[in-house]
T-cell receptor
Framework: QKEVEQNSGPLSVPEGAIASLNCTYS??????FFWYRQYSGKSPELIMF????GDKEDGRFTAQLNKASQYVSLLIRDSQPSDSATYLC????????????FGTGTRLLVSP | EPEVTQTPSHQVTQMGQEVILRCVPI?????FYWYRQILGQKVEFLVS????????KSEIFDDQFSVERPDGSNFTLKIRSTKLEDSAMYFC?????????????????FGAGSRLTVL
């Protein structure tokens, strides 16, 4: 069973802190990894994607990938109350038209 | 910024009725998808569509479901005889490139969703 696992949270951090969101996946052949943000009642909105081992930075966001450990994470620096949302990790395999498999998401709460 | 448009935003129907959810993908995108999210649960893949045919479907996508691209712009999801458990948010998505492309073109853009309530 191909699975993507996330801690459901909530993860509570104060404004200005670093929020660290983690995700593990079971399909060792996975090649593409995505972080989406979802506000309550809204659709997933892409934050970042990463394909290669290591870090990828985009503004306040850094995605980290470790394929050997089957682990991907998202760091949010200088967290803002507007970052409060559910963060979805999504993984795609590398054969054919592989579907995007989502985790259950981690709810992040940033307090002022 | 280009967006995926979905209609209706909310539909209430009686069990056993047929429902059609409509989507207009981004114009230069070639790959289309339907996902659903039952309240409080994860986003689940239903079906992918390319070159006017289904390229992959999940076990959820049984004979009660069908998809169609009736013209050059619309992409529809039909549920023939709705059940209570079909109540969910249905998201249409599209992408520019084939899913293995390691580039931003591989990324799915989601529509705002259609909330289906089956009574």
């Amino acid at each position: 069973q191909k699975e993507v696992e996330q801690n459901s949270g909530p993860l509570s951090v104060p404004e200005g802190a670093i929020a660290s969101l983690n995700c593990t996946y079971s399909d060792r052949g996975s090649q593409s990894f995505f972080w989406y943000r979802q506000y309550s009642g809204k659709s997933p909105e892409l934050i970042m994607f990463i394909y290669s081992n290591g870090d990828k930075e985009d503004g306040r966001f850094t995605a980290q990938l470790n394929k050997a450990s089957q682990y991907v994470s998202l760091l949010i620096r200088d967290s803002q109350p507007s970052d409060s949302a559910t963060y979805l990790c999504a993984v795609k395999g590398n054969t054919g038209f592989q579907k995007l498999v989502f985790g259950t998401g981690t709810r992040l709460l940033v307090s002022p | 910024e280009p967006e995926v448009t979905q209609t209706p935003s909310h539909q209430v129907t009686q069990m056993g009725q047929e429902v059609i959810l409509r989507c207009v993908p981004i114009s230069n995108h070639l790959y289309f998808y339907w996902y659903r999210q039952i309240l409080g649960q994860k986003v689940e893949f239903l079906v992918s569509f390319y070159n006017n045919e289904i390229s992959e479907k999940s076990e959820i996508f049984d004979d009660q479901f069908s998809v169609e691209r009736p013209d050059g712009s619309n992409f529809t999801l039909k549920i023939r005889s709705t059940k209570l458990e079909d109540s969910a948010m249905y998201f249409c998505a599209s992408s520019e490139a084939q899913p293995r492309a390691e580039s931003g073109a591989n990324v799915l853009t989601f529509g705002a969703g259609s909330r289906l309530t089956v009574l």
